[in-house]
Structure formats: structure tokens, C-alpha cells
């Protein structure tokens, strides 16, 4: 018998015991583990609810209940999460956490604190929501160096995205429909700047080279500036479809990791992935490249992943086997952005001719040109490059009305 | 220090060799296993190969050495591929296959073995090459109920039926071309007719609900009778795709199991794994629809699963804990083929007032009529009714050119 304790009964940790209890037998069957809720930690009680008994406002109750094997943090925010998981791991206690900006954050610490007291911090459902995408990078793809990620790692901005292309809505109407559907929140910040995809990237990046990015330290562009011309242009020129891209990628011995809408081919299977769905295209030097393609948020997509680490702590407890390696990067260990290389579009207030004022015809894959606009794609240079190039149309008075990079 | 002995120095078992040495400084750094190869077993002696000195003859080298702790089988064919993993486990080895033949024919008897012995057998690479999909099956996904699954588990007919979409090619000439590309055999038989496919589902299923179904058990249809008509017709319809299916669900307490070519809808994300690639959607009652995809198949996506495989082992030494648990299926729990629902699609030679003679306006989705053939979609029916239309065409003297499934 496993006693797991959740703090926080909101969307995830209801979901959580959701799960749990409903799926009681088949978690037993397939992996032997006997899950119970001994506690649920929140400032309200839940009078009527079947979890009311378990309810605590005290989460010394949690610490000091040495039965208590796993706690499960479902808070969110920054704070009093970090210190809960920080003192249940110190109190001996495996922590499971779905909480991306605490992992993002403190990660390296908690992981650090974990191994000191011979127990467990995982974190499955931090990226990708319900997608197995952590312990499969922990453990099934080991045998690889990681080449590069790229992974549409949020939800909202596919949505937004997804109808911008299919129904031509503009990005304020998505985003209203998003909000009005729940799929993103009063204030939308996090996700359509970019923030949220950046504590996953980073989180990836670090099982995959071994040093956690600060995300406040990478290049983190949303979506608010795609314009419904971009989509139409994008699909127009070559079938590109553009999603919000976490990407990271050795380059020498250094890390580079940046956040930004990207024009993605029709062959690449992550241009399909659509609506509140995350794919995540891992690039593996011995398989090659792999996706794994699920819900990337929802409470019992989250929660599946969140029990799936209560239960990896269950059939492997007093081991802490199995937990991330990472140390926090330095300064020298990241890339200066301004050093990524791909091809770039471009859309600018004009003609082909304005374009060939700054593009010489060698340097443009394809281009096209309608209602006084020109798009077209260039042939891949660095992002200094790319910059330059922006600046010698603005030098020429021609207006640089989009640029997108392309995966 | 973890030893290993490879069995079989073809494809797999040099991949695996490979992987193991080229990445031995990756693998310890994310894992710790610190991997030895000590034996490779091979009729042929490889002169002038870096792994010339650990090359035997001789099974019983490797059995007799109690520093080998893993045997990998890399034989391929059922004898002695299934001799040789039993006396390794009943010698307390544990063993890692990518032999699906071996899994789906002796999986049950070969995990019990196991489990008598204190040791493991894990057959990652049996199922969708590289893929992780056989321990998320196990672990990341045990969470949840396996309401489906549905997978393009063949390379080489994903190949065929990839080339007759995109160019056109006739299905004799697409197969000489996976055969000049190495992508087929010489004799193609067990891709094209979907025997491959069926042992994989049989192992996905048996993982999914705890019952390896024999792979003579389920049926089993090839690609060998699609037309380059039907992929036309099928994409005119509604931007249907055809791809060889193998598909598992549970019906009742029953396990339906079938492979064949479906017409897959452009919203499934199955619908877009194109060439060589494999791709496995795990329909779950708490995730929701996931997708695992990459090479199904080649030398180093193989290798790696083994590795991924060995690493697991390497890593919880000593344990038994994270194999597979499942009995052999009864004849009644199995689903009969003639229950399965599903929507038909049907091309007959003649027009929609031949189609009219034997399916009512309303029990068709959608039809087109070209060049003295009538292609059109059914609502769902059973696979019994399904048949039963198909004698109705035959009594009334209209030929039924074609009939495939819709997922």
C-alpha cells in the first residue's frame, strides 16, 4: 500500500484522485501498485465531495504522517509550492509535480534535495500534459544523443493558431473563442507570449543535455504579432502551416534554445498537429527522429501523467533510480541566439522588386506577391544575418511586416 | 559493470553493437549503466571487425559464463531464437529480443520463465522499431484503460501504399521499388499480406489487456488487392488516406483483434505517416488519443530499442519488476471479426443506381461516380452486415471491386 498525499484540489489534483480511484484496479493489474489518498491539503473543504474525510488545511499533518510515501504538489504558482515540495523531500518524502514553472525554476535544487534524502522528484506531467515525454526521455531514448527538440508544448496558441489557418479568424477572435471554450485564461499572457512554452523547452532541454536554462535567459517570442496574412501567405508559398515552436539543439558543446512561431513544412510531422493538441519532435542520433502527439493539457490528461509517476515511485520505492540529471547552466554553456541558422520568411510592405533591393534572387527559395505585399523565403542564415537584413529594408524605407523563422 | 552477450551478428545484432559503443558515454551519463559486450554468438567469424575476439560458436559459452547478465537475442526466425531465450532464462539471464515472432508465438511461456527465475524479458524493439511504445504501454500509459489501438506497424507497406498515393505507382511497381530500395525482401509475403502487422498487434494487445491472442487467431488481410483506383477514389471522397492497420479494442469483456487496409480520415493523426515510417495511436480513457511515431524499422532504430532495453535492465538489476503480465487468451476472449463496426467503403463496377440496388440513400455517407465505377462510404455496420451486402451485389449480378474499412 502507497500513501500519497495531494496538495492543492484544484483542476489537477482532483483530477489526480480522479484517476486514482477510478482506475483502481487497472493500475494494480498492470503494474501490482496499490495507490491510497491519505491526504488532500487545500485552504477550502469540499463538504459532499467523496474526498472530504481526507481533506487538511495543515500541511504539517502531510509531514508529519510517516506513512505518507508520495506527495503529489498540484498547487501551481511559484510559491508556497517550491517550499512544500523543498520540505516534503527534505521530510523523506517523493514529490510528483505537474508545476513546469517550479521545475523550470527550482528544478535543479529539488533534484539535488531529492538524491541527498534518497528519494524521488518527477514530474511527467510538467510538459506535453498527459503525453509520456519526460520518462521517455529519461530512459527510453538514453541510448541516443539528442540532435534537437522541437515541440508545439502549448495548447492555447495551437488552438489560436489552428483557427487562424482553417477558419481564417484573426488572431483578438481565436483568442476570444479560446477564452470563451476555457482554453485559455482571463489573462492570456503566459501562453500567447511565449512563457509557458519556454519552462517546457527548458525542462526538455535539460534531460536532454543536462544543464537547466533559466527561461527568463532564452529568446521567448509568442504569437501575437502573427497576422491572418502570415497564415495565408505561409500555406500559399510551400504548404507551411506556423506553430508556436519550443526548440532546443546542441551547437558545439553549447545549448541553444529559443521560443518562437516557426513555418513548418507539410512533411514534417509536427505541420498536422492541430486545435489544443502538443506534438513533440525529438531528433535522436541512433532512431532518428520520433513524436510523441497527445492532449498537452486538461485535468485528466494531466493527471493520467501525474499518476503515472506516483505509480513509476510505487513499484520502485526506497530507490531513487530513475530521477533526472541535471546541473543548472552557466552562462557559457547557452548559444547566443543571434548564432541559430534556418531560413527565414519574410513579409514586407511592397514588390519582388522591393525584395531584390536587400535579396539577391540566389539567396530566395520562393516568393509571392499580392495586394501591395510581398512574401518570400529565404535561404538559411544566421539570426545576425537575418537582423541585418531587416535593417538595410528599413535603411531602404521598405516596412518589414512579418518576419518568421522556418523549422 | 553490466555484461552482455548478443545472439546474432546480422542487422540488429551489429546495430545493437554499434549503438552500445558509440554511445557508451551518453548512456552513463544519463542512466549510469556502464555496459560490456563480452560474447556475440555467430556462425561466421567477422575477420578484421572490431569485435572479432568476442565472436563464438558457441551457445554454451554464454550460458556457461556467470558474468553475463543480459542476452540479447538478435536471431530472428522462431528456432532457435525461442530455445535459446528459454535456456538463458531458465540459466537465470535475463533476455532482450526484437523477435516478434518469438513474443507473439511464446511471449507467455518466455515472460513466466522470467518471473520464475527472478529475471526479465523485454521486447521493445519488437513492435514499431525504434519507437518507444512498449514500456509506455507498460508504465507511462498503466494508468489508464485501453479503450483502442490503431497502428501503421509495417514500414514496407506504408511504403507501397505511400507511393501509390503520392505518384501514382501501381502496387506491383511500388513493391519492386521498397525491394530495390531494401525497404522489402525478396519474398514479401509476411509484410504484404500483414502477417508482420498481426504479431505486432497481437503484443500491443496482449500489453493493453493482459492476453496474448495467437496471431493465426485474428484475421489478417494484406495490401495486395488495393488499387491505385481505390487510393484516388478514397482521397476524392474526403481526403481519405489507406493505410495497413493493425487495430486491437475491447469489445465487452472480449479482445477484437484485426489487421487491415482502412481508409484513414485527414483528422486522424495516423493520416499523415507516410514512407517508412510506423506510427501507434493509443486510444485511453484518461489521456485521451496519444501517438507514438518514428522508424519502424533499420538497423540503429532498432538497435536502439534493444539498448533502451538493455538500460532498463542494467539499471534495476536484480528485480523482476516492470515485465509484461499476461495469460494466453481463450477462444472466449476473443471477439469474433464478424461483431466489429465499423463504416465500409465499397467500389463497384457500375453507377450510384447499382449502388441503389442493394444500400438505401440514407445508409450511404458519400459516393462518386468515374469512368463506370461507383466508389462510395457506407454508415457504420457490422462486419457480418458488410458481408452480407457484398452477396447482395453478387446476386444481383454487380461487381464489388473493392471493400475497405474506415477507422
Known amino acids: ?122 514530474f511527467e506531467a510538467s510538459v506535453g500534459g498527459g503525453i509520456p515525454i519526460i520518462k521517455p526521455m529519461m530512459s527510453d531514448l538514453a541510448q541516443n544523443n539528442i540532435d534537437a527538440i522541437s515541440g508545439i508544448l502549448n495548447g492555447t496558441t495551437n488552438y489560436i493558431l489552428t483557427q487562424m489557418s482553417e477558419n481564417g479568424t484573426s488572431f483578438e477572435a481565436a483568442l476570444k473563442e479560446a477564452q470563451a471554450k476555457g482554453y485559455a485564461e482571463a489573462d492570456p499572457t503566459s501562453d500567447i507570449e511565449g512563457h509557458d512554452a519556454a519552462r517546457k523547452i527548458v525542462i526538455l532541454a535539460a534531460l536532454a543535455y543536462g544543464k537547466l536554462i533559466s527561461p527568463d535567459a532564452i529568446h521567448c517570442e509568442g504569437i501575437t504579432k502573427i497576422d491572418s496574412r502570415d497564415v495565408t501567405f505561409a500555406e500559399e508559398l510551400e504548404n507551411y502551416s506556423i506553430k508556436l515552436i519550443g526548440h532546443a539543439e546542441k551547437v558545439g558543446d553549447r545549448i541553444l534554445a529559443f521560443v518562437a512561431p516557426r513555418l513548418i513544412a507539410a512533411a514534417n510531422p509536427l505541420h498536422d498537429v492541430s486545435d489544443v493538441f502538443n506534438g513533440i519532435l525529438v531528433g535522436c542520433d541512433m532512431l532518428g527522429d520520433a513524436m510523441f502527439y497527445g492532449r498537452g493539457a486538461g485535468k485528466l490528461p494531466t493527471a493520467s501523467a501525474v499518476v503515472s509517476d506516483v505509480i513509476d515511485i510505487a513499484v520502485k520505492l526506497g530507490t531513487s533510480a530513475g530521477s533526472a540529471k541535471w546541473t543548472d547552466a552557466k552562462e557559457n554553456d547557452i548559444a547566443p541566439f543571434a548564432d541559430h541558422v534556418c531560413a527565414h520568411y519574410f513579409r514586407i510592405a511592397g514588390c519582388s522588386k522591393c525584395m531584390e533591393k536587400v535579396f539577391a534572387s540566389d539567396d530566395v527559395k520562393c516568393s509571392i506577391t499580392a495586394d501591395g505585399e510581398c512574401a518570400f523565403i529565404t535561404k538559411p542564415m544566421t539570426e545576425k544575418d537575418a537582423l541585418a537584413k531587416e535593417k538595410e529594408f528599413a535603411e531602404k524605407e521598405i516596412k518589414v511586416l512579418s518576419r518568421i523563422r522556418v523549422l
Do not use: C, W
Open 1 to 122: 500500500m502507497i500513501n500519497v498525499a495531494i496538495l492543492g484540489f484544484g483542476v489537477v489534483g482532483s483530477g489526480t484522485a480522479e484517476v486514482i480511484e477510478k482506475n483502481r484496479d487497472v493500475i494494480k493489474a498492470k503494474t501490482g501498485a496499490d495507490i491510497r489518498i491519505k491526504h488532500i491539503l487545500d485552504l477550502r473543504d469540499f463538504p459532499g465531495s467523496p474526498f472530504e474525510t481526507l481533506i487538511t488545511h495543515d500541511f504539517n499533518d502531510i509531514i508529519a504522517d510517516k506513512d505518507v510515501d508520495i506527495v503529489v504538489e498540484a498547487m501551481g504558482g511559484a510559491h508556497p509550492a517550491y517550499d512544500f515540495s523543498k520540505a516534503a523531500l527534505e521530510a523523506g518524502k517523493n514529490v510528483v509535480t505537474s508545476n513546469k514553472l517550479v521545475v523550470a525554476q527550482f528544478g535543479t535544487e529539488l533534484l539535488s534535495i531529492a538524491e541527498k534524502n534518497g528519494v524521488r522528484y518527477l
